[in-house]
């Protein structure tokens, strides 16, 4: 079944807004800790999150049993052997969604999205309907 074309914009732009956290986050932090070797480097795979340090990215949820509803929560991960401490994956985490949270208007202008605390993790939530979905603007 083909995807509804808002749907599909909405999606595209999301991975974008993502991808430009992932690179962030590899730029500032990809040295922190040693990548697993099982992992590819950095910039060798098509998606971002399939390879470096970190996998960042958006998973839908209908936020059942959630005080906060359905959303995108924003899944993080870190590609490492190494033990992180709970106070730096913490950090981690937390800087990733403010980046979220402050990048969010620039892609989705005039929509209610914002980022909340949804138990351990950070998750979107606000205006997901389809009615004006637009590509992210050009700078």
Not at 30 to 48: I, K, L, M
């Amino acid at each position: 079944m083909p995807e509804h074309p808002k749907l599909a914009a909405f999606t595209r732009t999301l991975d974008a807004l993502f991808r430009e956290v992932d690179e962030f986050l590899e730029d500032e932090w990809g040295a922190a800790f040693s990548r697993n070797p099982r992992r590819p480097e950095r910039g060798t795979t098509v998606h971002p999150e399939m390879d470096g340090l970190f996998e960042i990215m958006p998973d839908f949820t209908p936020g059942i049993g959630s005080e906060r509803g359905r959303g995108y929560i924003i899944s993080f991960r870190t590609a490492t052997w190494e033990k992180i401490h709970p106070g730096q994956f913490e950090f981690l985490m937390a800087e990733a969604a403010a980046m979220v949270a402050a990048k969010l208007p620039g892609y989705f202008p005039g929509r209610d999205l914002r980022v909340v605390r949804d138990g351990r993790r950070f998750k979107i939530v606000g205006d997901f309907s389809l009615g004006d979905v637009g590509e992210r603007p050009e700078n």
